[in-house]
């Protein structure tokens, strides 16, 4: 079982930077990749992010592409969303989620979901 926390979400203006966090209890935390979603009011959750167990190659949501980066910890069992150029579409629910491989991530397979952290971007 792996428990998933997410912090560092808030309001920030347009063209702002913030820092997501995901907490994992558990001795597994590196037997997964990790991934980042997020959901809109009146929308889907939608992919945003995924990092392989080990870090390596990391994959984004063309939305995201340049302005966001992924990385983790391993041993502080954390993973980390830098997100950068903010802009008021980035306005959602971020939930970050554990997986067996960024590919599936991608497309939805996870194993453990996190309970969502609120980021609101003003413009």
């Known amino acids: 079982q792996v428990q998933l926390v997410e912090s560092g979400g808030g309001l920030v203006q347009a063209g702002g930077s913030l820092r997501l966090s995901c907490a994992a209890s558990?001795?597994?935390?590196?037997?997964?990749?990790m991934g980042w979603f997020r959901q809109a009011p009146g929308k889907e959750r939608e992919f945003v992010s995924a990092i392989p167990r080990s870090a390596g190659s990391t994959d984004y949501a063309d939305s995201v592409k340049g302005r966001f980066t992924i990385s983790r910890d391993n041993a502080k069992n954390t993973v980390y969303l830098q997100m950068n150029s903010l802009k008021p579409e980035d306005t959602a629910v971020y939930y970050c989620?554990?997986?067996?491989?960024?590919?599936?991530?991608?497309?939805?397979?996870?194993?453990?979901w996190g309970q969502g952290t609120q980021v609101t971007v003003s413009s």
């Open positions: 558990g001795r597994t935390f590196s037997s997964y990749a």
């Open positions: 989620a554990a997986g067996l491989t960024p590919s599936g991530l991608r497309v939805g397979v996870t194993n453990y």
